[in-house]
């Protein structure tokens, strides 16, 4: 009774809103169009929870949530998962430090999957989160089986975001708060990086040394908080989502 009580509560309850609010706000930003999705995990399960397959990005609500084991099988909700789930379930059984998993289709990404040579640079402050690297899934294809998810997760191994050639990109985080972060910095990152190129210019990325100073000065739980605040307040002003789904305590 407990489990699946449990269970079923998540679906509408305050983790579907904010994966709602978060899908809405990417989706508002272009981050998201009509594919692409974004899970969290259910805490202390090996189950996420993510929007049925052909829901629109701009128009969920958390009582169409899915709960997924992470087998893929749907064990609360109705409705069938995005066909590219797999990607979600190995990632999150690969990374425990993970919660928050988004794959997408950001057009500035792919690019740097489509030129030769071409390679992502640290060119603000806040990308620091990519320090590590970005590294490159060689498979064009579409991730639906199984060992596809597996060699997905492989090839982002440590990393937090993981572009896939001529397809899309996967980026992780500790939180949905964290993903959608994370997903507007990267994009901001990117389109400093081909504005210089346009102007003819060469970038100058940040140095290892400077982001390992950086890093010491930067207090993620702040930034995340802060830009939320900033993010959800303004998709709430704009009619994204309701407001009830703004489930930030807003005590700080
Ligand atoms: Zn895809």
């Known amino acids: 009774m407990s489990a699946t009580a449990n269970l079923e509560e998540l679906v509408g309850g305050p983790l579907s809103a904010e994966l709602a609010a978060v899908t ?54 109705k409705g069938n998962p995005p066909s590219e789930t797999v990607i979600h379930t190995e990632i999150l059984r690969a990374r425990p430090d993970v919660n928050a998993v988004l794959h997408c289709h950001m057009q500035l990404a792919v ?41 997905l997760a492989a090839s982002l ?6 572009l896939m050639r001529a397809h899309g990109i996967t980026m992780v985080a500790e939180s949905l708060k964290g993903i959608l972060v994370d997903a507007i910095h990267f994009e901001e990152n990117l389109k400093d990086q081909i504005q210089i190129m346009q102007m003819g210019g060469e970038p100058i990325p940040l140095t290892e040394e400077e982001m390992g100073s950086l890093k010491k000065s930067q207090n993620r739980t702040h930034h995340l908080r802060k830009l939320w605040i900033y993010y959800a307040g303004k998709a709430v002003a704009s009619g994204i989502f309701p407001a009830e789904w703004n489930l930030l305590d807003t005590d700080h």
Not at 46 to 73: C, N, T, Y
Not at 132 to 144: F, L
Not at 157 to 162: D, S
């Open 24 to 77: 809405r706000m990417l989706e508002s930003r272009e981050l998201l169009s009509y594919s692409g999705h974004v899970s969290v995990r259910v805490p202390g399960q090996d189950a996420l929870i993510i929007q049925r397959h052909v829901d629109s990005r701009a128009e969920l609500v958390p009582e169409r949530m899915l709960v997924v084991d992470f087998d893929g099988k749907v064990i609360a909700g």
């Open 111 to 151: 690019l740097f999957t489509q030129m030769k040579g071409a390679k992502i640079l640290p060119m603000r402050t806040f990308a620091t989160r990519w320090a590590s690297g970005v590294p490159v899934h060689p498979d064009p294809s579409h991730i639906r089986r199984l060992e596809q998810g597996q060699a």
């Open 157 to 162: 191994g440590q990393h937090q975001a993981v």
